[in-house]
């Protein structure tokens, strides 16, 4: 038997059916100004009555009222929680807290909130009551309005609850609307990508700035040895050797990110997952140990679609050819960028690779064209970093690590560490399982689709910031310890390459195939979000991120 519909997300289908199958088939949600009040007006009929429904009351008595309610029939499909009930004798009147203003239309409100009530209604004569009217009440306005349940409105009603069954049975989304005004202040905007997806689909040609251009709140990095992370109200605290060294608003912190032998509390996980904030943990080698991700349970379509796409071979691979590709061509650019200067024939070689990657047959293939331009990137990497930076002992003979044995090769391979936990951050936000790839085959311990992802990044987010950082003297030799055994980051070159990094991350950016501006942190999101609709075969291709 299938699941029944909420109640509460039957005006959704009628508003727009795509915000309920992102809701309710996908298990998204987002907060935004329009929810956080509408929670704050529903908070009062949210406290459930001491005294029960009651099934009759002598008709003199006075209307009592029941608060959050809890009613569902198999018949109808429909469960949900109504927000406050009036009883006279056998008669009940559903009554719906609305945080707006009596809107200007003849029947002074509008048919998705009319059909919600009515859907009530519904529910309460299939469980025994007699109901043939509702009140909404616009808390702006302070009014009520009646709801008379006609017959016009049971048939909108039901037809819509039928829509919504069938939404959930066929386990696709609806497409996104076109141009239209109702995503402008739509809490889901930044999830649907409702313009992105179009333009990818050819079905428009402009992109509007819906989605939010910065990313609210900063990571909170802990790398004090023994520090303990807890929860003080609505604070985290971090105490070490005995004091409190850092106490930061939990509301404002986006991550947190803490580095060997730290210890977090119980409480204070509960609270993170309770408002979706990622903890990630590093070892003091630089690679990440471990995350602690909210566990939202959404978006299990997506997962069952790449897990099918991962196990067929050739759409595996048209993935991974694109994600090859747009590393290639964005290590070109950097290389093009920023060297003094570079043979044009290496440029070429690197565009011809970066074209190779979208026509080879198979993984092994792709594999050396990604070997062979890595190869020719980073045989000219050295010439990206100033004199003064050479001067100061900073030369680059090849990548090595496991461990690095010099100073950039131990950058390097911290940013790329850095960069593989944003990804994962990103992929697992948006519901995918970052341990299944496409271009990487599953490893234990290795989450093969975030370093899919990450590649076309390398260059762009975790290069530039090693080169930007001693090209600026950011760090200097003093910086490192070069031992036998390789080289490590000192404390105070660390804090210094983390605030460079957080820097790039938040730097706001133009994307390159939709030309709207965003800081990297969300162009990682979009991205990650693409790769999703790939799967579920939304869009025609994956678009790859390129730099110009």
Not at 184 to 213: F, I, Q, Y
Not at 460 to 465: C, E, G, K, R
Request: with cysteine.
């Amino acid at each position: 038997m299938s699941q029944p519909i909420p109640v509460r997300m039957v005006n959704e289908v009628v508003y727009f059916a795509r915000l309920f199958a992102l809701e309710h088939l996908n298990g998204e949600w987002a907060e935004s100004a329009d929810t956080i009040r509408g929670r704050t007006v529903h908070r009062r009929v949210d406290r459930p009555s001491s005294k029960p429904l009651p099934a009759a009351e002598p008709p003199e008595a006075a209307p009592p009222q029941v608060r959050s309610v809890t009613l569902g029939c198999n018949e109808l499909g429909l469960v949900g929680k109504l927000d406050l009930l009036e009883v006279d004798g056998t008669h009940v009147v559903p009554v719906d807290y609305k945080k707006g203003r009596v809107p200007d239309v003849p029947e002074h409100a509008y048919l998705p909130e009319r059909v919600q009530v009515c859907a009530q209604g519904l529910l309460l004569r299939a469980n025994g009551f007699h109901c043939d009217h509702a009140v909404l009440y616009f808390a702006e306005s302070r009014r009520r309005v009646e709801v008379r349940f006609t017959d016009e409105l049971i048939a909108e009603t039901r037809k819509a609850i039928e829509r919504a069954k069938a939404i959930v049975a066929s386990g696709r989304l609806p497409e996104p609307l076109i141009d239209s005004p109702k995503c402008w202040g739509c809490s889901l905007v930044g999830l649907c990508l409702p313009d992105e997806h179009n333009v990818l689909n050819g079905r428009t040609d402009r992109v509007r700035m819906l989605a939010p251009k910065r990313d609210e709140g900063v990571p909170l990095y802990v790398e004090h040895r023994g520090a303990k992370l807890a929860k003080s109200g609505g604070e985290i605290v971090v105490k070490a050797d005995g004091r409190e060294i850092e106490r930061v608003r939990m509301s404002d912190t986006s991550r947190v990110v803490v580095t060997g032998a730290a210890s977090v509390t119980t409480p204070l996980l509960q609270a993170l997952a309770a408002q979706d904030t990622p903890l990630s943990v590093h070892g003091w080698s630089n690679h990440v140990v471990g995350s602690f991700l909210p566990v939202s349970g959404h978006n299990v379509l997506g997962r069952m679609a790449q897990h099918r796409m991962a196990n067929d071979a050739r759409r595996s691979l048209a993935i991974a050819g694109r994600i090859v590709s747009g590393k290639v061509a964005n290590q070109r650019v950097f290389l093009r960028r920023n060297a003094g200067y570079v043979d044009p024939d290496v440029l070429e070689e690197l565009r011809e690779l970066s074209e190779r990657a979208l026509r080879v047959s198979n993984l092994n293939e792709l594999y050396g064209v990604e070997g062979r331009a890595a190869r020719r990137y980073f045989e000219h990497f050295d010439r990206m970093l100033k004199s003064e930076a050479i001067q100061q002992g900073f030369d680059f003979e090849g990548r090595n690590r496991r461990p690095p044995k010099d100073p950039v090769n131990a950058l390097l391979s911290l940013s790329y560490a850095f960069l593989v936990r944003e990804v994962t951050s990103a992929l697992v936000g948006v519901g995918l399982d970052a341990w299944v790839g496409f271009l990487h085959r599953p490893r234990p311990g290795k989450p093969a689709l975030a370093l899919d992802l990450m590649e076309e990044f390398r260059p762009v987010l975790a290069d530039s910031v090693v080169v930007g950082a001693l090209n600026n003297g950011t760090l200097g030799r003093d910086d490192f310890h070069v031992g036998r055994l390789g080289t490590t980051l000192l404390p105070t070159g660390r804090k210094a390459f983390i605030r460079a990094f957080e820097r790039r991350m938040a730097q706001q950016a133009t994307h390159p195939r939709f030309a709207t501006r965003m800081s990297y942190r969300r162009i990682l999101e979009v991205q990650a979000r693409l790769l999703c609709k790939t799967v579920l075969e939304e869009i025609p291709t994956y678009p790859s991120y390129r730099i110009r």
